[in-house]
């Protein structure tokens, strides 16, 4: 009896340990990287290296959060089965979310850029553009469209370009 | 070559990562703040802000980039009068400028200044000084696309002047030779010559002063 007991507390600690780390390596960074507040040089050094060790290790703190959580069911009364499923919730959606680039949600990438001819584009002329000539090659690329995108990655006149507003 | 993608902010500058190697690059200036490629910079392109119709007029054979179908509702264009009104996360206090004071900012031979787009509105074309060389800010005759130049030919400075009293646009240096918003001589002891441009950066005044913490701004 006092075996299983210490069993289940330890095993506890470990389920919570788990879902603590997996939720942090996930939710530190995505605070700090957030628009409209402050980050201090320290605080985006902390966010990147923590963004680095995410993918492999919030899937580590989910497998271990889900087996010991299924270990301790059996055991694990009515609130306390309740608190594992929030814990294995949790650790779930943050290894998911770690792989996952909501920016890009919000804002969707240009995956091919596609380019009309100058006397074919339907573009007001008061519209402001980004122009960019290599080697005869002139592009404009529409204020409207970049502030959307923000990113256009393209080869003008043969010169890579990143395109960025 | 390197294709990027938007990964984040970072005090209202973007982040961007790259598929190849994963780095994160700061927007503004073009630099690897992280990862395998850190410490690296890429060159920053001589580009234009210009209108459509300025640009359509110079490059009749241009491409322009489309709408991307499933976006193009997303696109605004009071996008500019919008952002304006945002929150900033880091501001300046005591500096000459307000935070969303909008500015070109010119670095040249290590000196970095910021020109506030409103002076420039009033005063194009400027001459100024920067890093030791001749500089010129020009408006173009569409009121809103402004061009940098290094203001020097052969050697000799070239002060730009607004020639008045004339529908067409055009620039006059001391001795009376024509230019026009691309920066070339069309008549003139420089005649089919071009002034080199600069590359200018508009941007706000809080986000070029927090990556150019030694900038100026032109007063006049």
Redesign the interface.
């Known amino acids: 009896m006092d075996q299983v007991e210490k069993n289940v507390g330890f095993s506890g600690i470990l389920f919570a340990l788990a879902v603590a780390a997996g939720s942090s390596l996930f939710l530190i960074p995505a605070f700090i990287i957030q628009p409209f507040r402050y980050q201090s040089a320290k605080a985006l050094k902390l966010a990147l290296v923590l963004r680095q060790y995410a993918p492999l290790w919030t899937i580590v703190a989910a497998i271990v959060a889900v087996s010991v959580g299924c270990w301790i069911w059996g055991r694990a009364g009515r609130v306390q089965r309740r608190l594992l499923v929030l814990g294995m919730l949790l650790a779930a959606a943050s290894a998911t979310m770690a792989r996952m680039n909501y920016f890009e949600w919000m804002f969707h990438p240009v995956a091919q850029p596609g380019f009309e001819a100058a006397d074919q584009s339907k573009l007001d002329v008061s519209e402001m553009i980004l122009a960019v000539t290599f080697n005869n090659d002139a592009r404009a690329y529409p204020i409207r469209e970049m502030a959307y995108h923000h990113v256009v990655n393209d080869v003008v006149g043969g010169v890579p370009v990143a395109v960025t507003y | ?12 500058n ?3 990562r790259d598929r190849e190697t994963g780095t ?1 690059w700061q ?1 503004i200036t073009g630099k690897a ?3 395998r490629l850190k410490g690296a910079t ?1 060159e920053l ?9 300025l ?2 007029k ?11 179908p ?2 193009a509702k ?4 009071k ?2 009068e919008e ?1 304006a009104k ?5 501001s300046f206090p005591g500096t000459e400028l307000k935070s969303r004071d909008v500015v070109i900012g010119l670095e040249l031979a290590g000196e970095a200044r910021a020109y506030p787009f409103d002076t420039i509105l009033k005063q194009s074309p400027i001459a100024d000084r920067l890093g030791g060389n001749p500089i010129s800010l020009v408006l173009g005759p ?1 009121g ?2 402004v061009r940098a130049f290094l203001s020097r030919i052969d050697g000799a400075d070239v002060e730009l002047f607004r020639k008045s009293g004339t529908g067409e646009f055009t620039l006059l240096d001391a001795e009376g030779g024509e230019w026009n918003f691309k920066g070339c001589a069309a008549s003139g002891s420089a005649n089919g010559k071009c002034l080199s441009e600069l590359a200018a950066i508009k941007d706000y005044w809080f986000d070029w002063r927090n990556y150019h913490p030694s900038t100026t701004v032109y007063r006049h």
């Open positions: 070559m390197l294709h990027f993608y938007l990964a984040g902010i970072n005090n209202q973007f982040l961007m994160w927007q703040i992280f990862g890429l392109a001589p580009s234009d802000e210009l209108s459509f119709g640009w359509k110079e490059s009749p054979s241009g491409q322009v980039l489309s709408a991307v499933r976006d997303k696109y605004d264009s996008w500019e952002v945002l929150p900033v996360p880091i569409d809103k696309s």
